[in-house]
């Protein structure tokens, strides 16, 4: 049993369409939680006024991850936009290596991103929930496209 096969975006598009604007989508998106990520890293101020040495240790990891995160939201802009051009080339090496390291990726992502969600603001946890529902979405569409570019018969 496999994931689900979609005939169009949104009962509008077709596949290509639309995984070009959802990557162009996913992409924005992706640029946007880069710079959110890099906002919440630098306000996160030092404990200096405590000698706790588990809300130091704490304190570290969070800013670890936060650094962790900004740098995986980096790297998925680029692939969101080697995804793009991927798609309007129609070339499968590139969607099939795109949905490798989306899959790790978005997993890799949603469990860092959870695991800190106590320290972050409620306008952060709404816009992480937000693009796991928008990237859960886009993966159907472009598991789909991958599947009829390799169904479609040559002329």
């Given at each position: ?7 169009t ?37 030092p ?72 320290h ?36």
């Amino acid at each position: 049993m496999g994931l689900p096969q979609l005939e169009t975006c949104c009962c509008v598009f077709p596949l290509k369409t639309g995984n070009i604007i959802m990557g162009c989508l996913n992409s924005m998106m992706s640029f946007t939680l880069f710079i959110v990520m890099i906002v919440l890293t630098c306000t996160l101020e030092p404990l200096t006024e405590t000698d706790d040495i588990n809300a130091r240790a704490e304190y570290t990891g969070l800013y670890a991850m936060s650094i962790i995160l900004v740098l995986m939201f980096l790297a998925k802009f680029c692939f969101d936009l080697l995804f793009v051009y991927g798609v309007v080339t129609e070339k499968p090496g590139i969607i099939r290596a795109y949905f490798m390291m989306w899959t790790a990726f978005f997993l890799l992502s949603m469990f860092t991103f959870f695991l800190n969600a106590p320290h972050y603001s409620s306008g952060a946890i709404c816009m992480e929930v937000i693009y796991i529902c928008f990237n859960v979405y886009a993966i159907l569409l472009l598991h789909s496209f991958y599947k009829q570019l390799n169904t479609r018969e040559e002329v």
